[in-house]
């Protein structure tokens, strides 16, 4: 009975200091509220009502778009068994069969297969003198390939990236990813330069442009031209479009849409891979695909500006036009007093630049350890994903089903998000990700574990999982602890590191052994979770907006 009673009061103390410590953080946010005129402005405006619920909208129908055009490559290229074009035979006896032309056109290898890189060099022979002497000069194809076994109409098969091109796969991944990371710098400058709504504007012409331009290339190299372009595109609309919906919600709104909108970035992976499976031409999944991508053209009308970009920039008179047009569509009234409060500091507008994330000490130490565990996060998703191709997984399986897992994983974070915080909810994450890389090393591999393949590929679903639930924490995370005036810029600086990471992946995973990319996805996450250790918590607090306000804060 003394036991029961005892374990009745430890559950209840437990409540009651889980209920206190809600309360407690109700109460700061609430006072931290008092002191920022733009939040008083903001609540007037209505939290989330039809004008934040229509923003909302507006940022998932692009994501969709966005997954589309960054995985499209995966189910462009395809697996082929061509051999030489050898159809000057046909000249000699047009009712020669297949099998006939390949033995007497085609070398043999020792094992008897065919070498289908090399073909026999045309003679001035007639066919009965072929048959029995034979042709044995060879030469490296003449006249293309034929791809006999080709169900589609892929990118190897279009401009014969074959015998010694194979690695031009690689060039289109390296490619984009490097597209990627000059698309963060340039779209992460031009948002705090020019405004969110430009920058947002000048990122979906570039998804319009570069996406459906890719459908009519004429060369590989035209090709890899429109990937370069629409990586830039693709990555500019994930920063800015984050940074605009940052700007507009409070509280743990900004939370909820932020995984939102990456919950349809999963959608458009699923999008895809259907699309892909049904169609039998490249050509096709990008005319098809990217379609949807022409509507956007009407965000030019209904897109709004950043009301605390255009306050920064000194822009008052616009920032309270945005923000009376936000309450007229949620039905509300901003009252007078709380918009002539709304002014800038007796002050010139504050300037910030690139050159701040190196002399104000807050950005560095911020940038330094973000950049850290984004190149963590990308470096060991797409290690996983490359090891998943390893074990002969089928590219729709590995697109399909870590992109149906990762909507419940983003959901997921949503209760972390609110129970724990940013700081923690990062750090269980990253936890996570270690101890699936720890397992991974311990699971057969090769040849001595077969029967164990099933849980190889389980285990590095899971790791993906959890890497998916961590970029859109990250995101969120990163989001709120830069401050407005260099808001973009920082989160451009930070996806430098990320493309860096794929990168990385990349170039490592076919030069090291099997086991040294995974161990060191367990090693990156150990060193980002201790470096998120000198990270600021950011739930239920202010954003920052001037530099002073981001250094006095921190």
Known sequence: QVSGSSNRQGTSGSS???????????????????????????????????????????????????????????????????????????????????????????????????????????????????IQFGLNITDPCEDGWIYPESKRRSLISEFDLVCGKEQDKETVQTMFMTGQLIGSLIFGLLSDKLGRYPTILLSLLGLMFFGFGTAFVNTFHQYLFFR????????????????????????????????????????????????????????????????????????????????????????????????????EVNKKTIPLNLLEELQLPGKKVTKASVLDFYSNRYLCKVTFVMGC?????????????????????????????????????????????????????????????????????????????????????????????????????????TAELFPTIVRSTGLGLVSLASSGGAILSLTIIGQLPALLPIFLCFISSIAALGFSALLPETQNQLLSDSMEQFSRAR
Not at 51 to 71: A, D, E, G, H, K
Not at 267 to 287: D, E, K, Q, S
């Open 16 to 130: 009651y200091s889980c209920s206190l410590d809600a309360l407690l953080r109700r109460l700061r946010a609430m006072d931290t509220k008092k002191d920022d005129k733009f939040a008083d402005v903001l609540d007037a405006v209505g939290e989330f009502g039809t004008f934040q619920w229509r923003l909302i909208v507006l940022t998932f129908i692009p994501n969709i778009m966005s997954s589309f055009f960054m995985f499209a490559d995966h189910f462009v290229f395809s697996e082929e068994k061509p051999y030489c074009n050898t159809s000057w035979i046909l000249a000699l006896d047009p009712n020669l069969s297949e099998a006939e032309q390949m033995n007497l056109t085609l070398p043999r290898a020792h094992n008897g297969s065919f070498l289908t890189c090399l073909m026999y060099l045309p003679m001035s022979w007639d066919l009965e003198s072929i």
């Open 228 to 327: 370069f372009g629409v990586s830039q595109a693709v990555m500019g609309y994930a920063i800015v479009s984050l940074t605009l919906v940052t700007e507009w919600l409070v509280g743990e709104h900004r939370a909820h849409a932020v995984i939102l909108e990456h919950c349809f970035f999963s959608v458009g992976i699923m999008f895809l891979t259907g699309l892909a499976y049904n169609l039998p031409h490249w050509r096709m999944l990008f005319l098809v695909g990217a379609v949807p991508v022409f509507p956007l053209i009407s965000y030019i009308w209904i897109l709004p500006e950043s009301p605390r970009w255009l306050m920064m920039k000194g822009k008052v008179k616009e920032a309270k036009e945005v923000l009376c047009y936000a309450a």
């Open 373 to 477: 565990v984004w190149l963590t996060i990308s470096y060991s998703y797409f290690t996983l994903s490359l090891k998943l191709r390893d074990f002969g997984v089928s590219i729709h399986f590995r697109q399909a089903i870590p992109g149906i897992l990762e909507v419940p994983a983003r959901l997921c974070s949503i209760i972390l998000l609110e129970q724990i915080g940013r700081k923690w909810s990062l750090a269980v994450i990253l936890i996570q990700t270690a101890f699936m890389c720890f397992l991974t090393l311990f699971l057969p591999q090769g040849e001595d574990g077969p029967s164990l393949k099933s849980a190889i590929i389980l285990v590095l679903v899971l790791g993906q999982f959890s890497l998916a639930t961590s970029v859109s924490v990250v995101f969120l995370y």
